[in-house]
């Protein structure tokens, strides 16, 4: 108990000695950060990633509608067999997944230019106020 007692202590009076100066650099980190953060570069590279992101998340749903709506067409082709009808479905399945694939790629490709463009941005800003 006694032990339990002088860890209570101890960790009150390290909080108390250490929150005046460790709440002053929080401030500081806090100021620098939100000061980076709004900068206009920043917000321009963050507002370009959210499109993107925002493209991308209704361009690949979009590419898997068109690719099931071809395969159903492709499935159900009068005038064919059941097996020349698989066999189409199967072709236009695959080209469709091509698709979505490279869609995805694309995607993905520009979001990171976004994002490493942002990154850089930020790094600027943030030598730029660094310096000032």
């Not at 963050?46 to 395969?71: E, M, R, T, Y």
């Not at 492709?74 to 066999?87: E, H, S, V, Y």
Request: aromatic fraction near 4%; charge should be positive; charged fraction near 25%.
């Amino acid at each position: 108990m006694r032990g339990k007692i002088g860890i209570v202590v101890g960790l009150a009076a390290g909080y108390v000695l250490g929150s005046r100066a460790g709440r002053e650099r929080y401030e500081q980190i806090k100021t620098g950060f939100l000061t980076v953060w709004n900068a206009d570069p920043v917000q321009k590279q963050v507002g370009k990633a959210k499109g993107l992101v925002a493209s991308a998340a209704f361009a690949l749903p979009s590419a898997l509608w068109d690719g099931a709506v071809k395969i159903t067409k492709a499935a159900t082709t009068p005038g064919r067999t059941p097996g020349q009808r698989l066999d189409s479905a199967i072709k236009t399945g695959k080209a469709s997944s091509d698709d979505v694939a490279r869609g995805a790629r694309t995607s993905a490709a520009e979001v990171k230019k976004a994002a490493d463009e942002a990154v850089a941005a930020a790094k600027a800003e943030a030598k730029k106020t660094a310096d000032n």
